[in-house]
């Protein structure tokens, strides 16, 4: 057999066998020609294979994407369930980078699905940044940065209800006229204890309540006032035998013999007659903020 022969036959078992094996390779990207037959010959050799890794996150391609109905941008409520769903396109993602997260809110790993599941407790606008990664622990290549947008809604308090009900426009933007600190009908009784006492912050009223003995136990006073439930543990009663505001305590029914009770329309405290020659009963209403 002539050297030019061996060569041709050696060059043909080579190229079939790159050929086969080409063809069996589940990462197979392209095939295009390599040789051509030269003079003579009589074959031309078949393929050149180049190949794409299968766990590869390269800088384009996969891409962070939303899944399972999920929403980009999506809202939430403060005191609710929320769940999102995301995975990575192409490829999955060994691990992810998530930027803070709302109050609330937590991220958990799954493959092929990841998500941010919680109840929120703070409202506000937030950009949540989430990188998906080739490797464990944030490592190899990465995907681009993908921005989740979430709008986590803070539902209106009572108080706020209360005073929408009453104001609105440039009115309910002015504290002056609708904050709870305010008095706009100037009888004295500001919006705050106007809303705890069901009373109307836009007419002039008395403050309301009565005080007197017990008529069930005269060893006993009784304070009752009209009461709204919606303002809920928002008062409370202070007593006092001097008018310095150093020298008001609380009046705590767990720790003496004072009783508070209350009904779907007004609030009582009874409490012992002093001994002193005098006693003041106060009523204290807080908002948060």
Do not use: C
Request: hydrophobic share 35%; glycine share 8%; aromatic share 10%.
């Amino acid at each position: 057999m002539t050297p030019k022969i061996f060569a041709q036959k050696a060059l043909h078992i080579f190229a079939s066998g790159l050929s086969m094996t080409a063809q069996r390779l589940p990462f197979l990207k392209t095939l295009t020609p390599l040789l051509t037959a030269g003079p003579g010959g009589q074959f031309a050799a078949p393929l050149v294979v180049s190949f794409i890794g299968i766990d590869t996150l390269s800088g384009a391609s996969p891409t962070v994407s939303t899944t399972g109905g999920s929403t980009n941008p999506a809202t939430a409520n403060v005191g609710e369930t929320f769940v999102w769903l995301f995975r990575t396109n192409g490829e999955t993602a060994k691990s992810y980078d998530i930027s803070t997260l709302p109050p609330g809110l937590t991220y958990t790993f799954g493959s092929p699905v990841s998500s941010i599941t919680g109840t929120p407790t703070t409202g506000g606008s937030f950009a949540i940044q989430i990188v998906g990664w080739e490797d464990r622990n944030q490592r190899g290549k990465n995907t681009p940065t993908y921005t989740f947008d979430l709008t986590v809604n803070q539902p209106a308090t009572p108080l706020e209800i209360w005073t929408e009900s009453f104001w609105a426009d440039s009115y309910l933007s002015n504290p002056d006229i609708s904050g709870p600190n305010a008095d706009p009908d100037h009888d004295g009784i500001e919006n705050l204890l106007e809303f705890v006492f069901n009373l109307d912050p836009t007419k002039k009223e008395t403050f309301p309540g009565t005080f007197g003995t017990d008529p069930l136990d005269e060893a006993f006073l009784t304070y009752t006032l009209p009461f709204n439930t919606d303002a809920g543990e928002m008062i409370k009663f202070q007593e006092s035998s001097t008018l310095k505001n150093g020298e008001w305590t609380d009046i705590d029914p767990a720790t003496s013999e004072a009783k508070i009770t209350s009904t779907a329309s007004s609030i009582s405290l009874k409490i012992p007659k002093a001994s002193a020659s005098r006693k003041m009963i106060r009523v204290v209403a807080r908002v948060s903020g």
